[in-house]
């Protein structure tokens, strides 16, 4: 008579070897998608970007705030800025300017219509994602007060 207990050891190992295998690929199929989602969104250019308020008016007659807006540092070319303003009732308004943006050194007046009396702003950079898509800064640290 033939024992057959160390085929039954073989056949328990492959088979605890497949489960952790299939476990594996299941765990990784659901991660795979959020990493790469993630790493599409890195970009280093939030790092060195700087775009701060200069100055602000108000005029009560058309509605329109001027803001004047410059980019202290950062190399990388900027995709677009976020004006956000506050308003005389405490609400705020984010005005996205995508064109006549300031280079490195430069300031630019944008002018804009918001849903009441602009009192203050604060600014932020957009950039480029390695993926293609585009990232929001953190907004500046200063708020200029509008006159």
Same mark, same amino acid.
Do not use: H, R
């Given at each position: 008579?033939?024992?057959? *207990?160390?085929?039954?050891? &073989? &056949? ?17 199929? !659901?991660?795979? %998608? ?10 280093? +250019? ?6 701060? %308020? ?10 329109? +705030? ?5 980019? +202290? +540092? ?11 303003? /506050?308003?005389?009732?405490? $609400? ?9 943006? %300031? ?5 630019? /007046? !944008?002018?804009?219509?918001?849903? =009441?009396?602009? &009192? $203050?702003?604060?600014?932020? =950079?957009? &950039?480029? /994602?390695?993926?293609?898509?585009? *990232?929001?800064? %953190?907004?500046?640290?200063? $708020?200029?007060?509008?006159?």
């Amino acid at each position: 008579m033939q024992s057959k *207990k160390g085929l039954s050891d &073989v &056949v328990t190992t492959v088979l605890i070897i497949l489960l952790a295998l299939a476990a594996v690929v299941i765990v990784w199929s !659901f991660v795979k %998608p959020t990493i790469d989602k993630a790493g599409s969104q890195l970009t280093t +250019a939030c790092v060195d970007l700087e775009v701060v %308020p200069v100055s602000c008016t108000y005029n009560a007659t058309t509605g329109n +705030a001027t803001f004047v807006v410059k980019k +202290a +540092a950062g190399d990388d070319a900027l995709a677009g800025v976020k004006i956000i303003a /506050t308003l005389n009732d405490s $609400s705020t308004e984010v005005i996205d300017v995508t064109s006549g943006l %300031p280079g490195t050194l430069e300031t630019k /007046t !944008f002018t804009a219509s918001a849903g =009441g009396k602009v &009192v $203050s702003f604060k600014t932020a =950079g957009v &950039v480029g /994602t390695e993926g293609g898509d585009s *990232k929001t800064c %953190p907004e500046s640290a200063t $708020s200029v007060t509008c006159a």
